[in-house]
């Protein structure tokens, strides 16, 4: 793989004190992920995903090992500056969509641009971009509670984007959603991975990480297996555009 790497994790470990009783919910993780990929986390009830899903978004840190985004070791940053590497590098998207109700679909995904100190004019046309880019270009006045389930996660989507983070993370983000609006939600990751974004995405189903590139599978903490199933999407550096797929 000729690709840098755009996450390194190197013997990531992470335990909970529960009482008297350590749980060890990651027992030594080492796993790169290049950009352009697409990776499905699998894998039981209680065996890390989410603790590795905060790891990777900056959330929580490692108890020990090192994870380094973008060439960038997260242990040496304070509070202050993780927000800011989960603001510019990171967009989220979770099972409950997590969006502000009474508050329009256009001004949910302004809001990381807020946050980001983008000024108005800019953020009403990046944020109109992105939810074009999902579909949604006619429902952008509309307030959560006029969505349905697969549209409000197209917003939630679309305020992921909006950032041009380096990496979407996913957790479990069709769990809420029917056959029909699952398999459009996937879409719009199946064409956001085509066009070179990094996601990745922690699901229960097998039919859901049968679209990602590479599958990999957590038991008790620790990689059971990781496979890969299509090699990741190649950008040529400084253009938007993606190349001809890489041997793997
Ligand atoms: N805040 C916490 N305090 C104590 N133990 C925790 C905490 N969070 C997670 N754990 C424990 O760590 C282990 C891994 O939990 P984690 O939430 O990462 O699992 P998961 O794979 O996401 O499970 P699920 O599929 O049910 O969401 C479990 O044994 C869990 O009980
Ligand atoms: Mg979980």
Do not use: W
């Not at 097998?206 to 190649?234: F, H, K, N, S, T």
Request: charged share 25%.
């Amino acid at each position: 793989m000729s690709q840098r790497p755009l996450i390194v994790l190197h013997n990531v470990t992470r335990s909970y004190q529960v009482g008297l009783h350590a749980v060890h919910a990651l027992r030594g993780i080492t796993m790169g992920i290049a950009a352009g990929d697409f990776v499905a986390i699998m894998g039981a009830s209680g065996s890390g995903k989410s603790t590795l899903m905060n790891i990777l978004g900056c959330l929580d840190l490692p108890d020990r090992g090192r994870y380094l985004l973008d060439d960038t070791d997260v242990r040496h940053l304070d509070e202050d500056e993780l927000a800011t590497v989960r603001n510019r590098k990171i967009g989220f998207v979770f099972q409950s969509f997590n969006l502000v109700p009474r508050t329009s679909a256009l001004q949910n995904v302004e809001l990381p641009l807020v946050y980001a100190g983008v000024r108005a004019r800019e953020r009403r046309a990046r944020a109109l971009a992105a939810l074009d880019r999902v579909g949604l270009a006619d429902r952008v006045h509309h307030v959560p509670n006029e969505l349905s389930g697969g549209q409000q996660q197209r917003v939630a989507i679309a305020r992921a984007l909006v950032t041009e983070p380096a990496m979407v993370l996913a957790d479990e983000p069709t769990g809420n959603l029917d056959t029909t609006s699952a398999q459009e939600i996937l879409d719009v990751f199946t064409s956001l991975n085509a066009e070179g974004r990094t996601i990745v995405m922690i699901t229960h189903e097998d039919e859901v990480a049968a679209r990602a590139r590479r599958i990999v599978r957590l038991r008790d903490g620790a990689i059971l297996d990781d496979v890969r199933v299509a090699p990741p999407v190649l950008r040529i550096a400084g253009t938007g555009a993606p190349v001809t797929e890489a041997v793997a």
